[in-house]
């Protein structure tokens, strides 16, 4: 069974960092393409970040190009997200997603609250 | 960047009813269009990909159509557990964009 499980989601203050995790099992990580999703409080879905299988292509949202940066180990089945400078308007649920551009699992989510 | 319509944006419906949600892309994507379903507190599900394929063990009264700009989904019979919120995602170029997300209610 594919499962993805985020952690490290919590309260941070305006310009502040975070890192979340996610960890993969039920199917070969490394073969797989990876992505972010967030969602805001009562919004809609907004892609964050894309990772190739190797980690060798990486692409951003705009909205945080220069902020977020993605990441995986595949020898450990995890995928990464460091996100600095923290703004209100990050506040979302993070979704880890496994697909090369149509989706096929999530992860559960991991609250991010920015503010102070 | 690829930006999306997708309506309505609230749709209020009964049990058998037969409903088609819209989504509009402001340039061709081909079939590169995903739908998605989500009910409250819980991640999005894949239903449908490459504009028209069924994802695996997804009931077969949801159907896809459309390419290039204009794609449509349709659920032929809703049923009670059909009530949630539906987003389309064009996977063509990046940045990915999803559309802003249809509310299936009961009327």
């Known amino acids: 069974e594919v499962q993805l499980v985020e952690s490290g989601g919590g309260l941070v203050q305006p310009g502040g960092s975070l890192r979340l995790s996610c960890a993969a099992s039920?199917?070969?990580?490394?073969?797989?393409?990876m992505n972010w999703v967030r969602q805001a409080p009562g919004k809609g879905l907004e892609w964050v970040s894309y990772?190739?299988?190797?980690?060798?292509?990486?692409y951003y949202a705009d909205s945080v190009k220069g902020r977020f940066t993605i990441s995986r180990d595949n020898a450990k089945n995890s995928l990464y997200l460091q996100m600095n400078s923290l703004r209100a308007e990050d506040t979302a649920v993070y979704y880890c997603?496994?697909?090369?551009?149509?989706?096929?699992?999530w992860g559960q989510g991991t609250l991010v609250t920015v503010s102070s | 960047v690829i930006w999306m319509t997708q309506s309505p944006s609230l749709l209020s419906a009964s049990t058998g009813d037969r409903v088609t949600i819209s989504c509009r892309m402001s340039?061709?994507?081909?079939?590169?269009l995903a739908w998605y379903q989500q009910k409250p507190g819980k991640a999005p599900e894949l239903l449908i990909y490459?504009?028209?394929t069924l994802q695996s063990g997804v009931p077969s009264r949801f159907s896809g159509s459309g390419s290039g700009t204009d794609f449509t989904l349709t659920i032929s019979c809703l049923q009670s557990e059909d009530f949630a919120t539906y987003y389309c995602?064009?996977?063509?170029?990046?940045?990915?964009?999803f559309g802003q997300g249809t509310k299936v209610e009961i009327k």
């Open positions: 997603a496994r697909g090369p551009g149509l989706i096929d699992y």
């Open positions: 039920g199917f070969t990580f490394s073969s797989y393409e």
């Open positions: 990772i190739s299988s190797s980690g060798s292509t990486i």
């Open positions: 340039q061709g994507i081909s079939s590169y």
């Open positions: 490459a504009a028209s």
């Open positions: 995602q064009q996977y063509y170029s990046f940045p990915w964009t």
